[in-house]
């Protein structure tokens, strides 16, 4: 079997099952199964598959079919330019998630080595995109989970700045003893009525602890607004990923916990509610 042929029965059969984005998938399992990159399977798709590679790819298919997220089974998942393993022990890495390191950085590089705190780190890639751009800067990055902590861990040292992190298993922001210049979170936000709703990649394979916010969807986002302005430094912002669900309660919510803040909801690239964003007015 030629490489074209594989990635077109391989797009058909992810087409079948309903699988959005089929050839893109075929192609990162073909690429995963030979070790190589785009241009590099493109120029070789008259060339053999070969058996044993062949048996690979049958046994990455299958797994795909049966609706096991694509990052789980190749290992990895690109966020923010960089590339980060991924296992079930944390949430795969979302396109919408890098609007939120963006704004922490705008907000980082106008200080002079700001302390920044990620609550939830998962496989810690908002902390590990925040350290690698802001040469210098240290961070906190918390995590209830040991095996997420691990894996925040590894990826910081495939990154090389395990120096700058310390991360910590506790409960949001807990461990924090001294004030603090910029506090990022992606907590859960999913509401638990729509649980069984979500994909079965979501739903069977992403930890629920990681995405299920409770009945509004708000549990542990309401938490978090509770205990972060004793622990934000004058002129310091928070920033919290949330659905456009969320939006409207956040934001009234950030505006009773902090009166004398600048609070607002900063949308995505698809135009949806995605990020509540709060200023403290420095004196």
């Known amino acids: 079997m030629k490489l074209a042929q594989a ?3 391989a797009t058909e059969a992810l087409q079948a099952a309903g699988i959005e984005d089929a050839w ?3 192609e990162v ?8 990159d785009r241009a590099h399977l493109y120029a070789r798709l008259q060339e053999g598959l070969g058996p044993e590679a062949e048996a690979t ?14 990052a789980y089974i190749v290992g990895q998942r690109e966020f923010y330019g960089l590339d980060l393993e991924t296992t079930p022990a944390a949430l795969i ?22 302390l920044m705190v990620d609550v939830g780190t998962g496989n810690g890639a908002i902390a590990v995109a925040l350290a690698v751009h802001l040469p210098g800067v240290a961070l906190v990055a918390i995590d209830l989970s040991r095996q997420a ?12 700045v395990e120096s700058r992190i310390s991360f910590l298993q506790a409960d949001l922001l807990a461990p924090i003893a001294e004030l603090v210049d910029i506090i990022v979170a992606n907590l859960p936000y999913v509401r638990s009525v729509d649980w069984d709703s979500l994909p079965p990649e979501i739903r069977e ?31 310091g912002s928070l920033l919290v990923e949330l659905g456009p669900a969320q939006a409207g309660p956040a934001l009234a919510l ?30």
Do not use: K, M, W, Y
């Open 7 to 9: 990635l077109h029965e």
């Open 24 to 26: 893109l998938e075929a």
């Open 29 to 36: 399992l073909l690429r995963h199964t030979l070790h190589l």
């Open 57 to 70: 790819f049958r046994s990455l298919l299958t797994r795909r079919l049966a609706r096991e997220p694509t």
């Open 93 to 114: 890495p979302r396109p919408e998630t890098e609007l939120l390191v963006g704004e922490a950085l705008r907000r980082a590089r106008c200080l002079d080595e700001p």
């Open 149 to 160: 902590l691990a894996l925040a861990a590894r990826n910081a040292r495939r990154h090389g």
């Open 205 to 235: 394979h992403e930890p629920r602890a990681a995405l299920d916010g409770g009945p509004a969807g708000l549990r542990e986002i309401e938490r978090l607004l509770g205990q972060a302005p004793s622990c934000l430094r004058l002129g």
């Open 254 to 283: 950030a505006r009773r916990r902090f009166p004398d803040a600048a609070a607002r909801i900063v949308p995505d690239a698809a135009g949806l509610d995605r990020l509540l964003v709060i200023d403290t007015l420095s004196r």
